[in-house]
């Protein structure tokens, strides 16, 4: 994509300026060029080419120049006229032809530059001089103006812009040694442009690759008003869009004329993003100063981290006395190569050797702080006088400025093209020939674009169809720490594609990690992107939590169901089964209760078959005994298989067994407690004893009841067959380091209390009975202790049933509910055990004296004897309510 367009519009006052420049004609003698400072130079040759450089910089308002400016201007100038004396002397290049030249001071202004180039375009003019006449009536003689064929220049883009469109209408190519501004690059509009520099894009490209290669993301822009800075950090930002992955935080433009405290502000402002410490910088050298020592008054010595353009590149004097605030920093220059040939040519120039350069004795001034005597100037107190005698480099500090090897290259690339053109229009011709007097400047444009040579730097030089010379920058860092002399250092290199030696880079206080600038830091493990609406480098870190884990960058995502999120919730991996261990505290309790009641019931069924045949065991209905016994020996057994790990068969038995303990036992004291209850219930009707008395009868609706469990089991067996079931939603807390899938059988809450409820009916319509038989005298059988098991076990459910449900919530659940479960159940073993049976073991082992055979009573003495002590105790209670007091009968 191209570059956006900056046109350039000129005011109508500009156009009458220029028309009336170029019809009263321009030149080192015009009025309209007449001023403080000498206009142009002027070298002979059969070849003229045009030299714009910026031998001065800015003047103040009003004035159009202001002090020589000795490398940018003069070296450069000096670079072409060398370039020239080297060309006129090679016979192969050119021969028999000499390269002339007309150079032009542009003031570093293009305005001033425009005006001036006007020279260039004087001889194109045809003017009409039909109606004018010398005195004596002859017509004048006017000579032939100069003609440029070709320019070299200017330096700044602005500058290069502005003289681009003038020199386009008339055809005659421009070669820039300097001017990198992207639109340039326009074709269209800039067709005899052509530059042996690099344009900004190839420079934005490679300042893209050298912020993402140091993992910067978040950076801000500042550029110098005008063609230069705007169009450099345009190129900079059209290309990071298209790129992605790096964001512009501020972007700023630096006044061309700044108010005071500007860079106060223009800190302040970079500050308002902090984050972004890299700070691409497109600026002039007095802009760079500026924004460095506006930094070091603001404190933030070290905070910054420069990337710069070339106008930074690899020089001094925007960074002196800055030196601690530029450290850092990187900047980036074309490839360039000192000319040792230049060197030798320019330290051997004196003012004796040198009077073609008509700002040389200027230079000489500045260079060595002396004052030459000239006529109409006056001499300065308090500055020497110059002797001549001094010496470039001996005398006076001298380094090669940059860009001096593509001056060189400039004019070297339009004197090759200028070959190319006279080697095929003047085959075997000596010197110019017609076909190229006057030169066509289409045509010298096509041979520009097909050069190819070796440049001064042993580097090769050409075009492109848009007159871009290829990409090569050397980049530095300016280091202060650890070198021996603090200064530049090449880092790398870009050829279409960069070469950092990351490991060589120092940072401030000698520093070897890279600083980061970033919006927004990576996050954490297990943590995900939120973006900012609008900023694509900027987002929120947020935790994936509960049982969520890492998606991908942006999205937290729910691990399955049997899974958990890694430590880091970068995946998920399985849940942890587990199950009631037989080591667990939840075990060992109910298991050590169920082995003390399996031994004690073991014991009570030894002894009643070891004393079958005795009063108390006949007494005590030896058939329902043992089936009673049977129950509580199923319901201490039930806890073992509540404990061990599910499988299809503990399952099956669970469902078996669960309820089948309590219904044997509830069902054969329900038949006791009903027997007793209709004995004298029929008593107190008539002497006829009640139907199904008999022990027969008795074992009948024992087995009748307990049937009904049974057949209630085995529907249940056949609509729902028993299996296994892992539970992952038991053992769910929040925090998923102590989730855990609970190995279970299919068996849930309501179907476990379904499977006792038919125990609990039995269990309640037993303590109706209880409380309904509780007048028979304690000589008559077993209704009073059945009656205080019964109340006893209720009391057990009646807490069993908060525990159980009011732990449902509870992580250890499952635990909790079995352990209350299986204890519940063995204290109601053990009160029927101990409540029914241990007095008569106790008895039995230890007075066997009392376990005689008592009198025979029939059905009908035991029912009046029942009678009796029934209305004794309903007397007893009445006067005790009437306050009246009995004598104990001591006979009983």
Known sequence: KKMPKTIVYFSPMTWVRLLWLLLVGVGPGSRAQQGTQPQSIKIEGDITLGG??????????????????????????????YALDQINSDPDLLPNITLGARILDTCSRDTYALEQSLTFVQALIQKDNSDVRCSNGEPPIIPKPERVVGVIGASGSSVSIMVANVLRLFAIPQISYASTAPELSDNSRYEFFSRVVPPDSYQAQAMLDIVKAMGWNYVSTLASEGNYGESGVDAFQQISREAGGLCIAQSIKIPREPKPGEFDKIIKRLME????????????????????????????????????????????????????????????????????????????????????????????????????????????????????????????????????????????????????????????????????????????????????????????????????????YDIFQYQMSNISNPGYRNIGQWTNHLRLNLEEMQWSGGDRKIPESVCSFPCESGERKKMVKGVPCCWHCELCDGYQYLLDEFTCDMCPYDMRPLKNRTGCRPTPIIKLEWSSPWAIIPVFLAILGILATTGVIATFIRFNDTPIVRASGRELSYVLLTGIFLIYLITFLMIAEPSVAVCAFRRLFLGLGMCISYSAMLTKTNRIYRIFEQGKKSVTPPKFISPTSQLIITFILISVQLLGVFIWFGVMPPHTIIDYEEQKPPNPEFARGVLKCDMSDLSLILCLSYSLVLMITCTVYAIKSRGVPETFNEAKPIGFTMYTTCIVWLAFVPIFFGTAQSTEKMFIQTTTLTVSMSLSATVSLGMLYIPKVYVIIFHPEQNVQKRKRSFKAVVQAATVSTRLSQKSSDKQNGESKIEPDRSQ
């Open 52 to 81: 714009l450089f910026p031998v001065h910089s800015r003047g103040p308002a009003g004035v159009p120049c202001g002090e020589v400016k000795k490398e940018k201007g003069i070296h450069r100038l000096e670079a072409m006229m």
């Open 273 to 472: 993003t902090s984050n972004a410490r890299g700070v691409i910088i497109f600026a002039n050298e007095d802009d760079i100063k500026r924004v460095l020592q506006a930094a070091k008054k603001s404190n933030l010595t070290g905070h910054f981290l420069f990337v710069g353009s070339d106008s930074w590149g690899a020089k001094i004097s925007p960074i002196q006395d800055q030196e601690d605030v530029a450290e850092g920093a990187v900047t980036i220059l074309p490839k360039r190569a000192s000319i040792d040939g230049f060197d030798q040519y320019f330290t051997s120039r004196s003012l004796e050797n040198n009077r073609r350069n008509i700002w040389f004795a200027e230079f000489w001034e500045d260079d060595f702080k002396c004052k030459l005597t000239r006529p109409g100037i006056k001499y300065e107190l308090g500055r020497r006088k110059c002797t001549g005698d001094e010496r470039i480099s001996r005398d006076s500090q001298y380094e090669q400025e940059g860009k001096v090897q593509f001056v060189i290259d400039a004019v070297y690339a339009m004197a090759h093209a200028l070959h190319s053109m006279h080697t095929d229009l003047c085959p075997g011709s000596m010197g110019v020939c017609d076909k190229m007097d006057p030169v066509e400047g289409r045509m010298l444009l096509q041979y520009i674009h097909g050069v190819n040579f070796n440049g001064s730097a042993g580097t090769g030089v050409m075009f492109n169809e848009n007159g871009d010379a290829p990409g090569r």
